[in-house]
Nanobody
Framework: QVQVAESGGGLVQPGGSLRLSCAVS????????MAWYRRAPGQQRELVALITTSGSTNCVDSVRGRFTISRDNAKNTVYLQMNNLKPEDTAVYYCYFPNDYWGQGTQVTVSS
């Protein structure tokens, strides 16, 4: 079975940086698109960034220029580099793997 596990969250001051990792196992070595989502307190889960099978990336406007998504297919791992973090980035971040596989989430808190 497919398992998805996020890591790298934590508490950081505004302007700081974090790098999230998402390790996928049981995927059968398939090349697939993957994505990072987040859910802030009291809000719906929203797409943050995605990466396609060809390596193309997209980020939502609120994080563009600050966040970078990347992947290492050989390691079945996806990363989210988050720079210049803001308090509004505080959320639980989830890694998505097709079809409808989710990790447990990793908490990111940005506070002074």
């Amino acid at each position: 079975q497919v398992q998805v596990a996020e890591s790298g969250g934590g508490l950081v001051q505004p302007g700081g940086s974090l790098r999230l990792s998402c390790a996928v196992s049981g995927s059968g070595c398939r090349f697939v698109a993957m994505a990072w989502y987040r859910r802030a307190p009291g809000q719906q889960r929203e797409l943050v960034a995605l990466i396609t099978t060809s390596g193309s990336t997209n980020c939502v406007d609120s994080v563009r220029g600050r966040f970078t998504i990347s992947r290492d297919n050989a390691k079945n791992t996806v990363y989210l580099q988050m720079n210049n973090l803001k308090p509004e980035d505080t959320a639980v971040y989830y890694c998505y793997f097709p079809n409808d596989y989710w990790g447990q989430g990793t908490q990111v808190t940005v506070s002074s």
